[in-house]
């Protein structure tokens, strides 16, 4: 058992990665480690040195062996405790083709439809963005009877969890969404039923400048959207920010920085042939968005790890609040 599961105690990272590609190489299912109880080390970086009975050790936090698993492609199994202050680690490679998307054959409008494998994936359960989100919801601070357009609404969703982050917009709030998916709309407007205040639009983002979406907005919100195969991000901003929005209006803009594989979320946006992520197309639109908002007299945020937030509000205007921790 010892050779399958080798006590790795103070071998440098570089090796350990060595060895679970070497091992992966080899074909095996699974790749078992036996390494320092992290608990054993905490208060202390990784690297930094643990004597446990006659072995030294190199300490590293639990998040140091679910990074690697995240970007090694692979399922870290909840971590047992194996003696003498050790913990078994189980790597198994995840299957690359359980993947949510569908095949050619659905249409491209119905890709993230209600009956679509999308449906399987719940923002709200994503820290960071929930997070993220409420911090935005605060520098952007809307008043009662806040209007929000949100732009590739999907089933709407993503305002649920606005409307639990921020109560206001629940209470008070009008919604209208636009999307291309028929079947996404039309649980969107199951969800929000109230029509003297909620509205939902299934339609082509290139059509935005003539749906008429009613008075200028509060906030426009777009997640995971603008990147979309077709459409033109850049003359969607602007026409927002020109047409749509109030003086004093705000935009939450999110672009995803991860892929859902064989039910887990791995951080990092990928280009087809790249084996680690590769940020250049994101950081361009992100960049674009950013300076675009800011001539526009917004002071812009960017925050986020798995979806990458561009936050844009009025700049100097009285109420938005400046959410700082101090470092
Ligand atoms: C990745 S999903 C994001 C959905 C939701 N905002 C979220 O964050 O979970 C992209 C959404 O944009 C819609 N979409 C993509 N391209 C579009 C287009 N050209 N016109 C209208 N909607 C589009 C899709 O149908 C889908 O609902």
Redesign the pocket.
């Known amino acids: 058992m010892e050779s399958d599961a080798p006590v790795l105690a103070s071998e440098p990272l570089t090796s350990i990665i060595e060895h679970i590609r070497s091992r992966l190489l080899e074909g095996a299912g699974v790749v078992r480690l036996r390494v320092l109880d992290p608990d054993r080390g905490a208060g202390r970086y990784a690297g930094e040195p643990v004597v446990v009975g006659e072995r030294a050790h190199r300490h590293r936090p639990l998040r140091v062996w679910v990074d690697l698993a995240d970007r090694m492609g692979l399922r870290l199994s909840t971590p047992r405790p194996d003696g003498e202050g050790l913990m078994r680690l189980e790597l198994r490679p995840l299957d690359p083709t359980a993947r949510w998307e569908p095949g050619d054959a659905v249409p491209v409008?119905e890709?993230?439809?209600a009956g679509s494998g999308?449906q399987r994936?719940d923002?709200a359960e994503d820290p960071g963005l929930v997070l993220d989100l409420a911090d935005a919801l605060e520098r952007v601070g809307l008043g009662p009877g806040a209007r929000v357009l949100?732009?590739?609404?999907?089933t709407g969703?993503?305002l649920q969890l606005l409307g639990t982050l921020w109560p206001e917009l629940a209470r008070s709030g009008c919604f209208v969404g636009?999307?291309?998916?028929a079947s996404?709309i039309e649980v969107a407007r199951s969800r929000f039923s109230d029509s003297t205040r909620h509205h939902f639009v299934c339609?082509?983002?290139?059509a935005l400048p003539e749906l008429p979406l009613g008075e200028p907005f509060d906030l426009v919100i777009?997640?995971?959207?603008l990147h979309?195969p077709?459409?033109d991000d850049r003359a969607v901003l602007r026409h927002v920010v020109q047409q749509r929005l109030r003086s004093n209006g705000s935009v939450i803009l999110?672009v995803?920085n991860c892929r859902y594989v064989d039910g887990e979320q791995l951080h990092g946006a990928r280009m087809k042939n790249f084996r680690q992520p590769e940020l250049s197309l994101l950081v361009k639109g992100v960049a674009f968005w950013r300076r675009y908002l800011q001539q526009h007299r917004r002071k812009v945020y960017v925050t986020g790890k798995h979806t990458v937030l561009v936050t844009g509000v009025p700049s100097g205007r009285a109420g938005a609040v400046d959410v700082a921790a101090p470092e």
């Open positions: 409008t890709k993230y439809g999308y994936i923002k949100d732009l590739g609404v999907n969703e993503e636009v999307d291309h998916s996404a339609a082509e983002l290139a777009a997640l995971g959207t979309s077709g459409v999110g995803p």
